[in-house]
């Protein structure tokens, strides 16, 4: 505010030419007061409406087409987080991979907080309990930015006010910041203490949400109403359904049994492969596109799927059999994943093999040195633990979309 005297006086007058209007300064005391005034409300009402500009401007307020109606930041193209290990509230280590196929909520607070941190878990178990039985397919973790005293014995005390379901995480500080970045977040230890002598650490309010796939979502802001983080978690949770409708079957189709040989050399037959869903690709090694892509893809799948992807069957069947032997396939997988399985065979058996996945390659003229293209499809199929055909991707489909729906069929 502007006060009396003559070098005071003059800043408010350099201050009224920047602001485009020349007022001089009056001579009257009383009407001098008043201008004064007036440029101070006029200030005022000028900082008020530029920060409700600029909020809304940050701030993401989601239609109809996002998760809900509440102001949050929607993540748009969802950011793949990192994963990464702490230890959890029962003394174990515990990565953030291992809670790929439901759907995380996270938050990064202490057990000293006084405030928001309470309030927020307050409100994840007033959205758990509104989320009813879709709940199941939620983890709300709390991960701990003041590891100095949040030992996982503390966590565990500290969560139990809350849910016996919530997990806890905890850590070296310098970790934590390091896992935080993806999360744009923030704390500072202050040399404020509490009425207890403790001190208080100043850090981003805001919880987290990951989707099955691993991808950063949303964020809520604190103070975001329960039943909207129910709402949106919900529609997170519903594009299981969309999904199945893009990529699987109404019902699954039955599929003939066929023996080809493996790239160790060995006879195996599709009916060996039960027991585990099958993703399989018909393709060549001598392929310079369309196949390195896709079995590259498939190293991402894997890796999407974490630990579950050892209950998955990665297999590449050649449908250039001439040229693509055994060892030249065993060769060409081991590029990509020592766990992938190759198959080969007689082209004419390899595309009776494919009328069940409607199946297409045909071979092109050879050049000057013998070397040749081949067209083919291009989709990978997907087959269940049944030996059923399941459905169907289309090339270039994103890994973890095509891992979201292999774990729907782990988990039924």
């Excluded at 650490?201 to 329960?226: K, N």
């Excluded at 392929?287 to 297999?315: H, W």
């Amino acid at each position: 505010m502007c006060r009396c005297g003559n070098k005071i006086r003059n800043e408010c007058y350099a201050r009224s030419i920047a602001m485009n209007t020349v007022i001089r300064p009056p001579q009257n005391k009383t009407v001098r007061y008043v201008v004064l005034a007036l440029l101070t409300v006029s200030m005022t009402l000028t900082t008020i409406i530029t920060f409700s500009v600029t909020r809304d401007f940050l701030t993401a307020r989601l239609n109809d087409d996002t998760p809900t109606g509440s102001v949050a930041r929607v993540f748009q193209p969802p950011q793949r987080v990192p994963d990464f290990t702490l230890t959890s509230h029962r003394n174990e280590p515990i990565s953030l991979s291992d809670f790929r196929g439901d759907v995380t909520v996270l938050f990064f607070g202490y057990t000293h907080c006084p405030d928001v941190c309470p309030t927020t878990l307050a409100d994840f178990r007033q959205a758990k309990q509104a989320l009813g039985d879709d709940a199941d397919d939620v983890r709300f973790v709390f991960i701990s930015v003041d590891g100095e005293r949040d030992s996982w014995i503390a966590v565990q005390e500290y969560l139990r006010h809350f849910d016996d379901d919530f997990i806890g995480m905890t850590g070296d500080p310098a970790e934590v910041r390091r896992i935080g970045e993806p999360f744009g977040l923030f704390f500072a230890y202050l040399e404020e203490y509490d009425a207890f002598g403790n001190y208080l650490v100043d850090h981003t309010a805001s919880s987290f949400v990951i989707d099955r796939a691993g991808r950063l979502r949303l964020s809520f802001a604190h103070g975001t109403a329960p039943d909207d983080m129910a709402a949106a978690l919900r529609r997170i949770l519903a594009e299981d359904n969309d999904l199945r409708e893009t990529f699987l079957f109404d019902e699954p189709r039955p599929l003939d049994d066929f023996t080809l040989t493996n790239h160790l050399g060995e006879a195996m037959r599709l009916s060996d492969l039960r027991g585990r869903p099958t993703l399989l690709f018909f393709g060549y090694t001598h392929c310079p596109d369309i196949c390195p892509t896709t079995l590259s893809e498939f190293t991402v799948v894997k890796r999407e799927l974490g630990t579950a992807a050892d209950d998955v069957n990665f297999v590449f069947v050649s449908v250039d059999g001439e040229r693509d032997t055994p060892a030249v396939i065993a060769d060409y997988i081991g590029q990509f994943d020592a766990d992938f399985i190759g198959m080969t065979g007689v082209p004419d058996d390899v595309r009776a093999i494919g009328e069940d996945f409607n199946l297409f390659f045909e071979y092109q003229r050879a050049d000057v040195n013998g070397d040749y293209l081949v067209d083919h499809s291009a989709s990978s199929f997907l087959i269940g633990a049944d030996g059923q055909f399941y459905g169907a991707f289309p090339y270039q489909t994103l890994p973890e979309d095509i891992a979201a729906t292999l774990r729907i069929l782990l988990d039924s």
